[in-house]
């Protein structure tokens, strides 16, 4: 089942509340998609553990936290404690990247590790059971709306494969640049999981455009796909 996760970074952030309700309710969101960036790691700011936990507290619809910081290892834990149902760490951030996943999901929370777009999935291969889920990142963090980055699809693909090839069932996130005209090339390369900031926020019906990209890349799986 091809899941949805708006990312709250093309919301108004004075309306946070009401931007989750916007995209919530059934057929809406699966997760909302949380940006956490801390000018190092990235060259942007966004918000961090109090702005989670108070969307915590602001919704049903369970958060999915993409953490674009330095130091994850030291961090991440927080975010598992502010209501995070997953939380992702960059690999090119963690100092202990299995240590982390370990963690993370020992606090109750989905382990998820993401990958910038240089960062190729094979010298990870053996850290995949220890995973929930991996995001390659189709554009390089820091900014919503840029466009899709096409030479990502081969690494897409590649990651199915070895999920596969390992019978695990994790899932495989998409991130950057995701829309209607996006989202069936990332489906068709395996990904499930996708995030959309963009071309939910910036639609007419942020709530249809979930529904409409669901569709879209549900119609677009390989056939007889097992994800
Ligand atoms: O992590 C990031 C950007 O670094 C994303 O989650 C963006 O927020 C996606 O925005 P669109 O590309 O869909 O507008
Ligand atoms: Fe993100």
């Not at 290892?73 to 690999?91: I, K, L």
């Not at 291969?125 to 030479?151: C, H, I, K, S």
């Not at 395996?190 to 409409?212: C, I, L, N």
């Amino acid at each position: 089942m091809a899941q949805i996760n708006p990312s709250i970074l093309s919301a108004d952030f004075a309306r946070l509340a009401e931007e989750a309700e916007r995209v919530g309710g059934a057929d809406g969101a699966d997760w909302l998609h949380v940006d956490v960036m801390d000018n190092h790691f990235v060259p942007n700011l966004t918000l961090g553990v109090p702005v989670v936990e108070a969307l915590r507290k602001a919704t049903d619809t369970p958060l999915d936290c993409h953490l674009m910081i330095e130091d994850p290892d030291r961090w991440a834990p927080q975010y598992v404690e502010a209501g995070a149902g997953s939380v992702t760490f960059h690999a090119e951030a963690a100092a202990a990247p299995v240590r982390l996943a370990r963690e993370i999901r020992a606090k109750g929370a989905r382990a998820s590790m993401a990958l910038k777009p240089a960062t190729p999935i094979e010298p990870y291969e053996d850290l995949l059971p220890e995973l929930d889920m991996l995001l390659v990142m189709t554009v390089e963090p820091g900014f919503g709306g840029q466009a899709f980055l096409d030479v990502m699809l081969p690494k897409i693909r590649r990651t199915r494969r070895l999920i596969d090839k390992h019978g695990l069932t994790m899932w495989l996130q998409v991130d950057g640049g995701v829309s209607a005209e996006t989202i069936e090339r990332c489906a068709e390369a395996g990904a499930d999981v996708f995030v959309a900031g963009s071309a939910v926020y910036g639609a007419d019906d942020p709530a249809a455009a979930v529904r409409m990209l669901r569709r879209q890349a549900q119609e677009a799986r390989p056939a007889g796909c097992a994800h």
